[in-house]
């Protein structure tokens, strides 16, 4: 797995000083800004580098490519990502199971929007085969599969849980589904389901699947 400072080296192998740095996240940041309004496909290294105040010979100093600046900006993504934390947070026992449910739910919700321009391109160069982006996500997904599961296996060990689970499995399946439904949140419009009973849909499942006993139990 790439360092830090593997992550922050430009083409030509070296490691940026400050002002270079300041000059990368500009470029980030002004591709992120591209993004949230504009196809990936219409993106153009010197829209990119005109917004930033700089030129495309010095976007190209730091990355190949549009697909290298997205992919950075996948990385500052998992690095970001609350959704590990939260979990690990939950006492996932009684009515604290149902809360942390819910303070799940929102993370995956409201992390899932905030990155929704840099995850669309994440998930459409995953499927066109490219494994750069393939690892990203998993790597942004797998602390909370990996937190999820550990509950899972306490919760067998406590006979809360079905014994035939397979905890990382079962972690992995919600973890999916989190993400998938946190992804697509606008469709679920069209079906009439507001934001609010998809909230509560999502945190009664996971409480379920988690713990193994209905929320109100």
């Known amino acids: 797995m790439a360092t830090e400072e593997d992550e922050l080296r430009a083409v030509d192998g070296r490691v940026p000083g400050r002002r270079g740095l300041a000059t990368r996240q500009r470029l980030l ?77 929102d993370a995956f919700l ?36 990996r937190e999820l599961s550990a509950i899972v296996e306490r919760h067998q060990g406590e006979g809360r849980h079905a014994d035939g689970v397979d905890p990382m499995a079962h972690a992995g399946v919600l973890v999916t589904m989190l993400a998938h439904i946190a992804g697509r949140q606008p469709a679920f419009e069209h079906w009439g389901i507001g934001p609010a009973d998809l909230r509560n849909s999502l945190a009664r499942q996971l409480c379920w699947g988690v713990t193994g006993l209905s929320p109100q139990e």
Not at 58 to 65: E, M, P, R
């Open 110 to 145: 409201g992390f899932f929007a905030e990155y929704q321009p840099v995850l669309r391109v994440v998930d459409l160069l995953m499927s066109e085969g490219d494994d750069r982006f393939g690892e990203v996500r998993a790597r942004m997904l797998n602390p909370a599969a």
């Open 29 to 105: 940041d002004e591709t992120a800004a591209q993004l949230d309004k504009s196809s990936f496909r219409d993106l153009k290294v010197i829209d990119i580098a005109r917004d930033a105040g700089t030129s495309p010979a010095t976007f190209y100093q730091y990355f190949a490519d549009i697909e290298s600046a997205v992919l950075a900006l996948a990385e500052q993504m998992v690095e970001a990502s609350p959704l590990a934390q939260v979990i690990e947070s939950t006492a996932w026992t009684d009515a604290a199971a149902l809360a942390g449910s819910f303070a799940t739910v």
